[in-house]
C-alpha cells in the first residue's frame, strides 16, 4: 500500500494506526490524483491496473493490492480503497482485535 502511496502522491503519505470496536484499522493515504469511482471496486482484482496511471520507470502488474487484498483476509481482515480527505487515495486494511490471554499472576516465577 505503502509503495502504491509513493507512485502516486503529489507530496504526502500519512500513514496511520488506530483501534476501535475491537477491530484495528492501518490506513495508507495520499494527496496524489485519487481513484476513479469506476475504479474503486475493482483496484484490489489481480491484473488491475487503472488508466490513470503516472508516469514511472517500472510498468504496474496489478498485483499490489490483490497481494494486499489475500493478506488480510489471510488475517481475518478487510481492505477497501476511498478517497483521502485530500483528495487522494486511501487504502484501510481492518483486522479484529484478538484478546491476549489472561495470565495468572501467582503462576509466574514458581517451580513446577
Do not use: C
Not at 505503502?2 to 477491530?23: G, K, M, P, R, W
Not at 476513479?36 to 496511471?53: G, I, M, N, Q, S
Not at 477497501?80 to 491476549?100: C, K, N, Q, Y
Request: glycine share 8%.
Amino acid at each position: 500500500m505503502i509503495e502504491n502511496a509513493l507512485a502516486f502522491a503529489s507530496t504526502t503519505i500519512e500513514v496511520s494506526i488506530t483501534n476501535a470496536d475491537d477491530t484495528a484499522s492501518i490506513t495508507v493515504a495520499d494527496d496524489g490524483l485519487g481513484i476513479e469511482a469506476a475504479d474503486l471496486p475493482h483496484v484490489f482484482e489481480r491484473l488491475y491496473v487503472t488508466k490513470l496511471v503516472p508516469e514511472r520507470s517500472e510498468s504496474p502488474s496489478g498485483l499490489g493490492l490483490a497481494i494486499v487484498r489475500e493478506l488480510a483476509r489471510a488475517m481475518d481482515g478487510h481492505v477497501e480503497a476511498t478517497t483521502s480527505a485530500s483528495g487522494g487515495a486511501a487504502m484501510i486494511v481492518r483486522f479484529p482485535v484478538v484478546p491476549l490471554p489472561v495470565v495468572d499472576d501467582r503462576s509466574v516465577g514458581q517451580a513446577q
